[in-house]
């Protein structure tokens, strides 16, 4: 069974730092692209970062980029997103996903969250002004 679990949100200030960590289990993690998704209050879930299998490309949607960073540590099962310079309008929940097949996918599938088949639980983000 795929399991994934997310950590390290809080509340913090305008133009602080968080790094969320997600460990997964229950499948072979270097193979798949990983995910991070986040979802406000009244907002539906939307993208925010991608890496694909055995660390390779990166993909970021619009608002977030130059200021958040995924990366992921195979040996550890792990993948991390950093997030620097933290806005009010970046308070949400966010969840890490795993792709659903192993491999290289065209670009613009890893924006979509149905290419995702297993989620973590979510982990609060709160932005202060």
């Known amino acids: 069974q795929v399991q994934l679990v997310e950590s390290g949100g809080g509340l913090v200030q305008a133009g602080d730092s968080l790094r969320l960590s997600c460990v997964a289990s229950g499948r072979a993690f270097s193979m798949y692209a990983m995910g991070w998704f986040r979802q406000a209050p009244g907002k539906e879930r939307e993208f925010v970062a991608a890496q694909g299998w055995a660390a390779s490309s990166t993909y970021y949607t619009d608002s977030v980029k130059g200021r958040f960073a995924i990366s992921r540590d195979d040996a550890k099962n792990m993948v991390y997103l950093q997030m620097n310079n933290l806005k009010p309008e970046d308070t949400a929940v966010y969840y890490c996903?795993?792709?659903?097949?192993?491999?290289?996918?065209?670009?613009?599938?890893?924006?979509?969250?149905?290419?995702?088949?297993?989620w973590g639980q979510g982990t609060q983000v709160t932005v202060s002004s």
């Open positions: 996903a795993i792709g659903r097949s192993p491999g290289h996918h065209r670009s613009t599938t890893y924006y979509r969250p149905d290419f995702y088949d297993y």
